[in-house]
T-cell receptor, first 111, second 113 residues
Framework: LAKTTQPISMDSYEGQEVNITCSHNNIATNDYITWYQQFPSQGPRFIIQGYKTKVTNEVASLFIPADRKSSTLSLPRVSLSDTAVYYCLVGDTDSNYQLIWGAGTKLIIKP | ETGVTQTPRHLVMGMTNKKSLKCEQHLGHNAMYWYKQSAKKPLELMFVYSLEERVENNSVPSRFSPECPNSSHLFLHLHTLQPEDSALYLC????????????FGDGTRLSIL
């Protein structure tokens, strides 16, 4: 099972681009990388998922280098409402129940 | 609105009580999950159901008993809980139990007296 390592916390300011990097050195061939966002007293919300290179949706981009041993979640022009905990997960394509949730990265956006 | 509804949102119970947590998903998904989130700890997967069959039970004490009567509903029956069981219990669903994005409810905050 691939374990992930993320910074415990990050600060940024409104309007800035925020990049959160996750390390997953023992990622397996079948593993996908998924990011979730969680606000206090709510369940996590799916942000983005990718296998390699770059994936972009309406809220974020995910950059994955060729060796796939890390990935970077990029949030463009953050606002105060982006203050949350962000989780990086690596999981096998065949099994959603082998995901390991870490402590996540607590992102604080300041005015 | 995530399409996954959990009730109640808050529950306080004594150690000798019996209660149930309910989860309902309106997304047409085939897999459902129970997680426990304690303060300052990562999410812990408790149970996984796929097409109403339990496919994973992560060494959860028998005082927690899941039930999945159909693909839209999931219950967690609680009996003789301990103070350390106080936590946020989250339900999630996904299209199937492969690496599909999970949709979470907002949880039940459980406090054991």
């Amino acid at each position: 099972l691939a374990k992930t390592t993320q910074p415990i916390s990050m600060d940024s300011y409104e309007g800035q681009e925020v990049n959160i990097t996750c390390s997953h050195n023992n990622i397996a061939t079948n593993d996908y990388i998924t990011w979730y966002q969680q606000f206090p007293s709510q369940g996590p919300r799916f942000i983005i998922q990718g296998y390699k290179t770059k994936v972009t949706n309406e809220v974020a981009s995910l950059f994955i280098p060729a060796d796939r041993k890390s990935s970077t979640l990029s949030l463009p022009r953050v606002s105060l409402s982006d203050t949350a905990v962000y989780y990086c997960l690596v999981g096998d394509t065949d099994s959603n129940y082998q995901l390991i949730w870490g402590a996540g990265t607590k992102l604080i956006i300041k005015p | 609105e995530t399409g996954v509804t959990q009730t109640p949102r808050h529950l306080v119970m004594g150690m000798t009580n019996k209660k149930s947590l309910k989860c309902e998903q309106h997304l047409g998904h085939n897999a459902m999950y129970w997680y426990k989130q304690s303060a300052k700890k990562p999410l812990e997967l408790m149970f996984v159901y796929s097409l109403e069959e339990r496919v994973e039970n992560n060494s959860v004490p028998s005082r927690f008993s899941p039930e999945c009567p159909n693909s839209s509903h999931l219950f967690l029956h609680l009996h003789t809980l301990q103070p350390e069981d106080s936590a946020l219990y989250l339900c999630a669903s996904s299209q199937d139990s492969s690496n599909q994005p999970q949709h979470f409810g907002d949880g039940t905050r459980l406090s054991i007296l």
